[in-house]
């Protein structure tokens, strides 16, 4: 579902002014509505760094020039949704352009490490966004269980999933989630 330019482009003014509030780590937009998102905890945060740092080690050999780059804003007008992902893959280069938000086009790939507060965004409204965006890969990591998917291919009709010590393929990419923890 989309929503009309107007509204979005309301909706992303407010979003833009929104004050730091200690404890917020991200705003999204999603379904019509502003979404304010609590500070990741530890084990969420060094997900995603060892992940990074497993893409970062094998992006020279399948795609020269890009990285693994958690804080960066994914934006798609059209669908009317402002995303915060958790890593996503692109190109160096695009950082440098004047353009505050990447365009879904720019990004290969999408990880997401699920939170305790709410996991049904990530297990359902993100499946559904990043695949309307044309993200062609979409990883869900899952430390309340040790468990994960790996959505790929247009629409992700391609779901595999996988238990933390598995080494999962994820597009050119293959990821060892032994170091991966769960949440205490």
Known sequence: MSIDPATYARLREIADQLPQVPGIGKVEIAKGEIVMMMSPVKRHELAVHRIARQLDAQLPDT???????AGADLEDVGLGRLRRPDLMVFAEQTLEGEQATLLPHEVLLVVEVVSRSNPENDYDAKVHDYA???IPHYLLVDPRDGTGIVHSQPGYPVREKFVFGDTVPVGPWRLDTSGLLTYS
Not at 63 to 69: C, N, T
């Open 63 to 69: 795609h020269p020039g890009f990285i693994a780059f």
């Open 132 to 134: 309307a965006m044309g």
